[in-house]
């Protein structure tokens, strides 16, 4: 089980990765909603089955993997954009920077005291390396989209971190973090729409020149 689950693990880390390298919005989407159910699988993995995990691994993989990535690309579509051109980093320092930071991950996780049942887990640096990356991702693009997905990203490193609690978490407090996740987007794809209907762009860049009248 520990084996498959790092396997897991490895394959969120690449994911990182590769929406750190693209531009284009819609592969990133996928991305992060094939993330969004590797990482629903997980908790069935690193703890024994109960109704509390099961509850887990279902609402994250409906939620992430389906319903949040069916709404960003609906935003996509309706703003009609394809790709992130002229990203405020760009892609190729920002894959740099997503390897630099993920080895500084696996170096803080090295310095944590664990439990003794997720000593030599990958849990801790690939929760790490996902909320960096998505932190890049929100602060090294232009389009609000784009932003967006940093922001999953970096809730999919929270979602790794709470990995570790998830016997002692109860049910509410799951759903209200999926709660607070779902308003979050819903809220975001309002600013994008009035975005683009206002500015005929989602470029945030763009609304540094508003000035006061």
């Known amino acids: 089980m520990n084996s498959l689950a790092d396997q897991l693990l490895v394959l969120c880390l690449l994911i990182n990765f590769a929406v750190l390298g693209t531009s284009r919005l819609a592969f990133s989407v996928r991305c992060v909603a094939v993330q969004g159910v590797l990482l629903g699988t997980l908790p069935a993995l690193v703890h024994p089955f109960s109704w509390h995990v099961s509850f887990i691994v279902v609402s994250i993989i409906l939620v992430k993997g389906g319903l949040i990535p069916v709404l960003i690309i609906r935003a996509i579509k309706k703003a009609e954009i394809e790709r992130e051109f002229s990203p405020f980093i760009g892609y190729i320092p920002s894959l740099v920077l997503g390897a630099l930071f993920t080895s500084l991950a696996f170096i803080f996780a090295a ?66 973090a999926l709660l607070d996740l779902l308003v979050g987007i819903f809220v975001m794809g309002i600013v994008i729409n009035h975005i683009s209907r206002e500015f005929s762009s989602i470029d945030t860049s763009r609304l540094s020149a508003l000035r006061e009248e």
């Open 111 to 176: 310095k944590l005291p664990l439990s003794p049942e997720h000593e030599g887990l990958l849990i801790v640096p690939a929760a790490a390396a996902t909320l960096m990356s998505g932190f890049l991702v929100l602060m090294g693009r232009r389009k609000a989209i784009s932003q967006v997905l940093g922001y999953l990203l970096m809730e999919n490193g929270i979602f790794l971190f709470g990995l570790l609690l998830a016997d002692a978490m109860p049910v509410m407090v799951e759903a209200g």
